[in-house]
Each structure stands twice: as C-alpha cells, then as structure tokens.
C-alpha cells in the first residue's frame, strides 16, 4: 500500500554543523507534507509544513525541500543545536480524498557538543 | 492560549477494563483527529470529528473503540475491555475550520494496560 518512509532511522551531528533529514513518500497524489518534531514523553511539534505546488520553503533554522519527480521530501536544519535533539517525522497528505495525516516512521536526530 | 490539552497524560488499566481518553483542541479549532503511536513507530491516524459528527473512522479498531466530540466540553476516545495490545501513547490533534490541513497535536495520553 501506500507510504512514507524514511532512508535513516539514526543521525548523529555535532553541534554546529548542518542537519539534512530525508524521507520518501509512495503516494504520487499527496499534495500537503508536514515535518514535526517529537521529544521524548511530548507530542509531534509542528516545524515546517510545504504544498506540492512549492519545491523549497524556509523558515527560522529549517528549510524543506520537495522533489516530486522522485517523490522526495528533506528536512535541513542549520547550525544544528543540542535543543535540536529528538524524533523528526515526516506527514503526508492528499486533501482531495482524506483528512488523516500518513506519518512515517521517524528520524532519531543526536547532537552531540 | 493554550494549546491542545490532553488528559489523563498517563492511565493505567488492567484487562478488561474501560479506558477514556480526554481532548480538549485548540481555542478557535473545530477539528479534532485521534493517532495512536506504538513504540518506535510513527503515528497511525484513527479517527476524525467535528463537533457532534464522525467524519472519518477508517482509522478506528471495529470493536471496543469509540469516539465522540460533543456540542460542549471535550473529546473522547473510549476504549472498552481494553488488552495488552492497546499500550500505546494516544494523541490528539485540531486544526480550524478554514486553515491550512496543518494539524496541531498534544501532549498524549499514555496508555498501559496490565
């Protein structure tokens, strides 16, 4: 069936440095993605959210990146800091059939100083 | 302004008794999801409501699992003769009416059945 997956269950950066987080997705009608961040015992934190008529949208720290040729979805976080370490899910959507979010399986993300 | 506010934030349960899950959206939000996350895993949606409406439960087990979202107060999702099988953190998300579909979520309910 359809689904979102990501290439990494772990990263592993070093304070500082740059964070990119990858995630594919299976169905080619999804028009809606979402990043969120989970920390330990708390729910999904809304990040950065990107349509599939956008191929890159930025905000504070986090860019997203969508290739829909490749049905491809990044997440690059800059100078990676250790507040940053956590869970990071991509989400799927296609608003002309369904309401519910398809979330895949989740990035572990470790800064280390 | 508080955001979505989920309790209880832990419930213990011991087989075969009911367990009921609290959720209160987002100040302004009319649409209210229910996920389940198992360890390790990502979230599985269960269920979709507006207030005093199901709009969508392809999500949701066919027994023992409900939900509602009633004209005044919280939603609920009622487990009835819950098994080991239903340890898992349940969240709740809303969204407004007229928004984006970005789907805000809270803090969860963990659940362990005994």
């Known amino acids: 069936g359809e689904s979102v997956g990501l290439h990494l269950p772990t990263l592993s950066v070093q304070e500082g440095d740059n964070s990119i987080i990858n995630c594919a997705y299976s169905?080619?009608?999804?028009?809606?993605f979402i990043w969120y961040k989970q920390e330990s015992g708390k729910g999904p934190q809304f990040i950065i959210d990107?349509?599939?008529?956008?191929d890159k949208r930025q905000g504070q720290r986090v860019t997203v990146l969508l290739n829909k040729t490749v049905k491809h979805l990044s997440l690059q976080i800059a100078a990676t800091q250790p507040g940053d370490s956590a869970v990071y899910f991509c989400a799927e959507l296609n608003s002309n059939s369904g309401y519910a979010l398809n979330f895949g399986k989740g990035t572990s993300l470790l800064v280390t100083p | 302004n508080a955001g979505v506010m989920q309790n209880p934030r832990h419930l213990v349960r011991r087989r075969g008794q009911e367990a009921r899950l609290r959720c209160s959206p987002m100040k302004g939000h009319s649409h209210v999801y229910w996920y389940r996350q198992l360890p390790e895993e990502g979230l599985k949606f269960m269920v979709y409501?507006?207030?005093?409406?199901?709009?969508?439960e392809s999500g949701m087990p066919k027994e023992r699992f409900s939900a509602e979202f009633p004209k005044e107060g919280p939603s609920i999702l009622r487990i009835q003769q819950v098994v080991r099988g239903d340890s898992a953190a349940y969240f709740c998300?809303?969204?407004?009416?007229?928004?984006?579909?970005?789907?805000?979520f809270g803090p969860g309910t963990r659940l362990l059945v005994l």
């Open positions: 409501l507006q207030k005093e409406n199901i709009i969508d």
């Open positions: 998300a809303s969204k407004q009416l007229t928004a984006t579909w970005t789907q805000y």
């Open positions: 169905n080619s009608a999804s028009d809606y």
């Open positions: 990107i349509r599939s008529n956008m």
